[in-house]
């Protein structure tokens, strides 16, 4: 099909994963059903056997079910539109994706660079697990020169744009000629853009990893990771490791999740919507000393997100010119915010960002002055205007 008249990804997300007709009576329920399954069961032996070659020859032919069958087979091609891929890999997590991304692509004796900016519990598995196996990370800051970081056995870049905490927009397309010039894979978490309104490997990157969590499942009831690529070799690396690794995921979540991507494209943009409405108020706070989202014009990642991505979504984090408890008597005022992690729900949430989680991400430059990050969720953002207002007030 000419590329014109290919479906935008708007349409893609509303044909996708419906059931089959049934060839008797030329009917079908709309959408694919769970297919929960533990096994697959066989005609015949030839059946079985047949389906193994088709297997071997690299096509997604299920003889088990750890897997998973249609379901799973459908949100799998989901990620693939959505990040522009030809591969996907299922995870019980976003963070079990990105231990499939790390596992998949390094080995003893390897190096990686990685990020600052990377979500937090990414520091855990380098303590956890990664020294044990002698692997070694070197964590960089947007400005570092890289060319001074690489050594020979560095195989991996890993990154997170926008960052975590503070939306700190990286450089993706440089990022990605910096690693094809060393030989080295770029990863990038793009559970911010969730193949929606940010896409890693149309920008040079050779893998995405999702938390399917946030945005994709959208109602805060699953949890779900994806890694994405368009990279034969490194399809079957992460193949391989997914396999051997026993990754699996209930066939319910995969359900979940196909049944809320549908509503990604609206959600997002309203989510944005609110977010920059919430912007424009809290810019007129004295307490606001800064706002970090890339939406924003005056945040220093404006330009970068103008280029790269299509959108923006409700993620903001804001420097306050408050004590720590002021800061915290900000937090507990709120009314309609959920004091909690996580994002991509259709709720608001704030999170109150400790000392210590601040001091990996050298963008911070805010010293002493607190900073809440905050999801904007799908109330009116009236609302949710008067609500701060309040609890500034209540800080006070
Ligand atoms: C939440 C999150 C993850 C981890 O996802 P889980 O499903 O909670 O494990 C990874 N990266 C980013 C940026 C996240 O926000």
């Given amino acids: 099909m000419d590329k014109s008249q290919a479906p935008h990804i708007d349409t893609l997300l509303q044909h996708t994963a419906t059931a089959p007709f049934n060839p008797q009576t030329g009917s ?8 929960r399954a533990s096994t697959v069961r066989f005609q015949s032996l030839d059946a079985l056997e047949a389906t193994q070659r088709r297997k071997a020859g690299g096509e997604r032919a299920a003889t088990y079910g750890r897997m998973g069958m249609d379901t799973h087979a459908a949100l799998e091609q989901v990620f693939c539109e959505l990040e522009g891929g030809t591969h996907a890999y299922l995870a019980s997590s976003g963070m079990a994706g990105i231990t499939m991304v790390m596992t998949s692509l390094l080995s003893a004796g390897d190096h990686a660079l990685v990020a600052d900016c990377v979500y937090g519990p990414v520091y855990e598995l380098d303590a956890a697990l990664l020294k044990r196996m002698n692997i070694e990370l070197t964590y960089f800051s947007a400005g570092d020169d890289l060319e001074t970081l690489v050594r020979p056995n560095t195989r991996l870049v890993y990154v997170e744009s926008p960052g975590s905490l503070l939306f700190q927009m990286l450089d993706l397309p440089a990022l990605a000629a910096f690693a094809r010039r060393h030989d080295l894979v770029l990863a990038c978490d793009n559970t911010w853009g969730s193949g929606y309104v940010y896409q890693p490997l149309q920008l040079g990157a050779h893998v ?3 938390a399917g969590t946030k945005y994709v499942g959208g109602h805060s009831d699953l949890m779900l990771g994806a890694v994405i690529t368009n990279d034969a070799d490194v399809a079957k690396r992460l193949n391989r490791t997914q396999y051997a690794m026993g990754y699996s995921v209930s066939a319910d979540d995969a359900w979940l999740a196909l049944r809320g991507v549908r509503t990604l494209p609206i959600r997002m943009a309203q989510h944005a919507r609110n977010a920059l409405q919430v912007c424009e108020f809290l810019a007129t706070r004295p307490e606001v000393a800064r706002i970090y989202h890339p939406a924003w014009p005056a945040d220093p990642g404006h330009a970068l997100w103008q280029r790269d991505c299509t959108g923006s979504n409700g993620m903001l984090a804001v420097e306050l010119r408050l004590s720590p408890e002021a800061s915290r008597r900000f937090v507990d005022a709120l009314r309609l915010f959920g004091i909690g992690f996580s994002w991509g729900g259709f709720e608001s949430l704030v999170q109150w960002v400790t000392r210590g989680e601040l001091a990996r991400h050298r963008y911070w430059t805010g010293g002493d002055h607190a ?11 009236r609302d949710l205007i008067a609500d701060l207002a309040q609890a500034l007030q209540a800080a006070a």
């Fill in 208 to 210: 995405s990893v999702v």
């Fill in 371 to 381: 900073l809440v990050r905050l999801h904007i969720g799908l109330e009116n953002p």
């Fill in 28 to 35: 079908a329920p709309v959408n694919l059903p769970s297919m």
